[in-house]
């Protein structure tokens, strides 16, 4: 159970981006044209990250994992319909070293193995959980 709470929130596209003619920054989405037509990975949004950084500390990643290859592998997608974010595993392994290196909380070990996700900590009766902005 990840989602418990019942909150929604509004994505906008287009010219109602602007409120009050005040430009947001934004970043296009970009397809992969380089895809195999066989492949489904045709069909997702992708957008071009450049750089991640982790509470405030510009993250170090091979930027080669970060665009298309020649044969359409790579990118980032953009998928509203997961609540998981996935990254190559090199990408994976670089930014959750850079969380790691942040947090002070006490590892949820025993969750992380019953689950199979990493970085999960323990924070029970904790009020004021505070965490690098990603």
């Known amino acids: 159970r990840f989602d418990e709470e019942n909150q929604k929130s509004l994505m906008v596209l287009g010219d109602k981006a602007f409120p009050n003619g005040i430009p ?3 970043t296009p989405f970009l397809t992969n044209y ?5 492949s489904q990975y045709g069909v997702y949004y992708y957008i071009g990250l450049r750089a991640v950084s982790i509470g405030g500390k510009r993250m170090k990643l091979p930027s080669k994992l970060l665009r298309f290859d020649a044969k359409g592998n ?4 953009i ?3 997961t609540t998981f974010t996935v ?3 090199e990408i994976f ?4 070293a850079g969380f790691a290196s942040q947090i002070e909380y006490r590892r949820a070990v025993d969750v ?4 199979g996700m990493g970085l999960c900590y323990n924070v029970s009766g904790l009020e004021n959980i505070v965490l690098p902005e990603f």
Do not use: Q, V
């Open 24 to 26: 947001l920054n934004y």
């Open 34 to 38: 380089r895809a195999p037509p066989s």
């Open 74 to 77: 790579g990118g980032t997608i």
């Open 79 to 81: 998928d509203s319909g």
């Open 87 to 89: 990254f190559h595993d």
């Open 93 to 96: 392994k670089h930014i959750a």
């Open 112 to 115: 992380e193995a019953l689950t």
